[in-house]
């Protein structure tokens, strides 16, 4: 449950990011940009270059990069997006 929790936390950040980068774009539009984005990471990890594994050799490229791929990440980050979205519909419904 850990590793799925921290990867569900992780897209979740990836949501609130690009919430910061575009504050007036919808609910929607963030979660197809965040799941996206954690889908591209998720199937770079199939990527191994000596350039790219170096930097996934540091802390901060594992935690932004990752490891290996799984295909049970795709649905932990598809349970974060789905989480944020629904965080900010409340949110956002309570504030108006």
Same mark, same amino acid.
């Given at each position: 449950?850990? /590793?799925?929790?921290? &990867? #569900?936390?992780? *897209?979740?950040?990836?949501?609130? @990011?690009?919430?910061?980068?575009?504050?007036?774009? %919808?609910?929607?539009?963030?979660?197809?940009?965040?799941?996206?984005?954690?889908?591209?990471?998720?199937?770079?990890?199939?990527?191994? /270059?000596?350039?790219? &594994? #170096?930097?996934? *050799?540091?802390?901060?490229?594992? @935690?932004?990069?990752?490891?290996?791929?799984?295909? %049970?990440?795709?649905?932990?980050?598809?349970?974060?997006?789905?989480?944020?979205?629904?965080?900010?519909?409340?949110?956002?419904?309570?504030?108006?």
């Amino acid at each position: 449950m850990t /590793t799925f929790g921290g &990867d #569900a936390l992780w *897209a979740m950040l990836i949501f609130w @990011l690009a919430a910061l980068v575009r504050p007036s774009a %919808s609910g929607r539009t963030l979660a197809i940009a965040a799941l996206g984005i954690s889908i591209a990471v998720e199937c770079s990890q199939l990527v191994h /270059t000596p350039w790219l &594994d #170096a930097v996934r *050799a540091t802390r901060l490229g594992a @935690l932004v990069l990752g490891q290996g791929f799984l295909w %049970s990440d795709l649905v932990a980050y598809a349970v974060g997006v789905l989480a944020a979205t629904l965080i900010d519909a409340l949110w956002w419904s309570r504030r108006h």
